[in-house]
């Protein structure tokens, strides 16, 4: 996986680019004269670059942040109770639940009223583009330099992080969290292997045969509780479905975006004929029954509920962690080939996974020793505390890998509750050293079924100018509203696929080929 991810950092250079494009497109004065406003100064003198305490006397800050349905309180969790003793620094967190987080988090922007730092907070390259060049989020690639040695030295190793995260002036307004083992970049697709067995069918090949087996799922009783209560096909609310299918209908997502990128041509495929047939499919399962019919309106908890019922015939997830009582009884499949051949597990992350994890606004006083505070959850250390809590009371070390203590894991969700790894989007670094947890044999023989059928490069989103971005954002806000709204109608058949022309004609006129113009030239820069 290393030297495939290695060539993809060839290919992913359209965000570095687009760096080099914005650094040499004036004089030196010209770019300061554009550059955000500096980093609020404070004094620095005091704080570690190395070591700890970060500071000799404590300070505060406070940090906004996402807390899942799984999460308890921040406050509460080991990592941060030790680590506040380690560095001198108490951090107030502000937590918002991940229903209604992008909300949160908009108002929090508009209205102004910023805290000091923005913890697991999914920032879009539009966001941190918008908020940097606002000032309302600083620079932080000399922090990087200076105060984050092992998040630079991650950058140094894997350039297409660096490359990712970097507006084309060169300011790095958000941080990512990495992820170098392969198997945390996908959702597998997850099968109830027992209730194959039970009534003796393959592993579904094909969409037609997944299609066969999840009416089998419907009305052959698998469960044996002489009840139709079973859940042939669920997924995460809204178009997370989509997402998850549209490999086999030849559908990619590239530069972060539903996008397919053929003979150097990019093509944003909503609307496309196989676009059509992907929502045809899915209509057909939702009317049929076979996709979970509270699938636009649940919650992220009662998703998670559904895996560990063992009632879920088909589902999507990174782990097995919702059903780890259950492994037995699941299987991860290939992508099923769709009705052309295609088979593409669309759905793969590049390194710098959660872009956004991190940031630091304007009115923080203590720049430096947030960004030391935040750099060691990417050292293994760091990462080691912030999964597995205390050595001896949460986990142990067996071969220097740390695993959580049976004893611990006996009680059920407490895993979750101590650190905010558990719901996704931490600012740290998962390698293979610290995911015990989230990639035992059963997660491991998942990704051996998906590694075949992986996009050969898998381009991350560009990072635009501030003029480029707000355009984008402005398209993007309305396009993307707009197939969302109009694709959970066609699923839900709330819309008659009659309509499809239209649909078309409305996206165009919203200005889906400029949209796609401006993707295409941000990728024919790359690539010259």
Not at 196 to 211: A, R
Not at 343 to 359: E, T, V
Not at 394 to 422: C, M, N, S, W
């Amino acid at each position: 996986m290393r030297t495939h991810w290695k060539r993809s950092a060839i290919s992913l250079a359209i965000a570095a680019s687009l760096v080099l494009a914005g650094c040499n497109s004036g004089s030196d004065s010209k770019n300061k004269e554009n550059d955000p406003p500096a980093a609020p100064s404070s004094s620095s003198a005091g704080v570690s670059e190395s070591g700890f305490p970060i500071v000799p006397e404590p300070i505060k800050l406070k940090m906004f942040t996402r807390i899942a349905p799984v999460n308890g309180p921040f406050k509460d969790m080991p990592v941060f109770q030790d680590y506040e003793k380690m560095t001198n620094i108490q951090v107030e967190f502000i937590e918002a639940p991940t229903d209604g987080f992008a909300e949160r988090k908009n108002l929090l922007f508009a209205s102004n009223e910023l805290p000091d730092a923005i913890y697991r907070s999914g920032l879009s390259p539009l966001e941190a583009t918008r908020y940097g060049a606002a000032g309302q989020l600083i620079p932080l690639e000399d922090l990087i330099d200076r105060y984050a040695p092992n998040l630079k030295a991650l950058m140094d190793q894997y350039p297409e992080i660096r490359a990712g995260i970097t507006t084309p002036e060169g300011h790095i307004y958000a941080i990512p969290g990495i992820v170098t083992l392969g198997a945390a970049r996908t959702d597998k697709k997850w099968i109830n292997k027992a209730w194959l067995e039970k009534l003796n069918l393959k592993v579904p090949e094909t969409t037609e045969e997944l299609y066969e087996t999840l009416v089998a799922f419907r009305d052959q009783d698998p469960n044996g509780n002489g009840e139709k209560d079973e859940i042939p096909m669920t997924a995460r609310a809204g178009l997370s479905v989509v997402t998850m299918m549209s490999g086999s209908f030849g559908l990619d997502q590239q530069l972060g975006y539903n996008i397919n990128i053929n003979d150097g041509k990019v093509e944003i495929w909503m609307g496309s004929d196989r676009d059509k047939e992907m929502l045809q499919y899915l209509n057909k399962l939702y009317t049929e029954k076979l996709l979970d019919p509270s699938i636009f309106n649940f919650k992220e908890a009662e998703y998670l509920a559904k895996q560990g019922s063992g009632n879920a015939g088909f589902f999507f997830d990174q782990t097995n962690n919702n059903f780890r009582n259950l492994e037995d009884q699941y299987v991860g499949i290939a992508p099923p080939a769709g009705p052309h051949g295609d088979r593409l597990q669309a759905q793969a992350a590049p390194i710098a996974r959660d872009f956004g994890a991190f940031a630091i606004t304007s009115v923080n006083k203590h720049p430096e020793a947030t960004m030391r505070w935040i750099d060691y959850f990417y050292s293994d250390e760091g990462s080691t505390m912030l999964r597995f809590g205390r050595e001896g009371e949460h986990y142990e070390l067996r071969d220097g890998i740390p695993h959580y203590r049976e004893e611990f894991l006996a009680v059920d969700g407490e895993q979750a509750k101590i650190t905010p790894y558990a719901g996704g989007g931490a600012p740290h670094i998962i390698s293979e050293k610290v995911a015990s947890y989230i990639n035992p044999p059963l997660v491991q023989e998942a990704q051996k079924t998906l590694d075949p059928f992986m996009p050969e490069v898998k381009y991350g989103p560009p990072m635009f100018d501030e003029e480029t971005a707000q355009q984008v954002n402005i398209l993007r806000n309305d396009i993307d509203k707009y197939y969302e709204e109009q694709s959970t109608k066609f699923i839900a058949g709330a819309l008659s696929f009659d309509k499809w022309e239209e649909f078309q004609s409305t996206m165009k006129k919203m200005g889906l080929e400029e949209l796609q113009k401006i993707y295409q030239e941000a990728f024919d820069k790359a690539v010259k």
